[in-house]
């Protein structure tokens, strides 16, 4: 089992500045990938970005290309999502997963339990 707890998030202005960190813990020899997603209420869940935990080709979503960086640190079995110039839109519960599946909002090995994101105009 892997167990994934985020931390960072807040309330925050717009146009600040929020970095989530995920620590993974358990079998984290199992880990090869990393993501953040997140849900807004009354909407679907969404991929921001996933990390391969070599480090290559990061994915973002285009709400967020330019804005956000994910990036991972293997000593400390860490992911961050560096978000700047939030907006409004990026309000929402942010999970971390770890093995997401390719292209899919749902489905991965596991989860963690969400931290709260909120930007106030």
């Known amino acids: 089992q892997v167990q994934l707890v985020e931390s960072g998030g807040g309330l925050v202005q717009v146009g600040e500045s929020l970095r989530l960190s995920c620590a993974a813990s358990?079998?984290?020899?199992?880990?090869?990938?990393m993501g953040w997603f997140r849900q807004a209420p009354g909407k679907e869940r969404e991929i921001v970005a996933t990390?391969?935990?070599?480090?290559?080709?990061?994915y973002y979503a285009d709400s967020v290309k330019g804005r956000f960086t994910i990036s991972r640190d293997n000593a400390k079995n860490t992911v961050y999502l560096q978000m700047n110039s939030l907006k409004p839109e990026d309000t929402a519960v942010y999970y971390c997963a770890a093995n997401p599946v390719l292209r899919s909002r749902y489905e991965a090995d596991y989860w963690g339990q969400g931290t709260q994101v909120a930007v106030s105009s």
């Open positions: 358990g079998r984290t020899f199992s880990i090869y990938a």
């Open positions: 990390i391969w935990m070599t480090g290559v080709n990061p």
